[in-house]
């Protein structure tokens, strides 16, 4: 099983080295020492942890009623838009999402760059790279 440096976890989930560090501190991700002394966490163990890190995000008060489970909150990085259409972009952590909606969706949400948005994904087709 693959293990992780403390970096490329943080990469993973979305946060700073320093908040991984003060999880593993804390005992809420477990770590060990590779002959180096750098501090790695198991594959396994940074999966499990991924998942209750997803699910603790939000409070139940925060969600909206939405049957989209997979939610990326982030930061409008982009607005382009057209007559009739436009093109979204929001960095979440990591990940850039770009969304194709319509202007009028976009003028009736107000979104603008430099605001809080949560791209929200529902697909049949999800396809998955081995990296």
Same mark, same amino acid.
């Given at each position: ?12 989930? #979305?946060?700073? @080295? ?10 809420? $991700? ?33 969600? @909206? ?7 990326? @909150? ?18 979440? #952590? ?6 194709? &909606?319509?202007?009028?969706? $976009?003028?009736?949400?107000? &979104?603008? $760059? ?6 929200? $994904? ?10």
């Amino acid at each position: 099983m693959q293990d992780y440096t403390i970096g490329q976890a943080a990469r993973l989930l #979305g946060v700073s @080295p320093d908040t991984v560090r003060r999880w593993a501190d804390a005992g809420r $991700v477990a770590t060990h020492r590779d002959e180096n002394g750098r501090r790695l966490i198991g594959g396994r163990d940074l999966a499990a942890f991924s998942v209750e890190v997803g699910q603790g995000a939000h409070s139940e008060e925060e969600e @909206p009623y939405t049957s989209a489970r997979n939610a990326f @909150p982030g930061i409008v990085t982009a607005v382009k838009l057209g007559d009739v259409a436009a093109q979204v972009e929001i960095q979440a #952590g990591p990940h850039r999402l770009v969304s194709l &909606l319509t202007r009028e969706a $976009v003028e009736e949400l107000g &979104l603008e $760059v430099g605001m809080q948005a949560t791209a929200r $994904v529902k697909s049949t087709n999800v396809h998955i790279d081995r990296t």
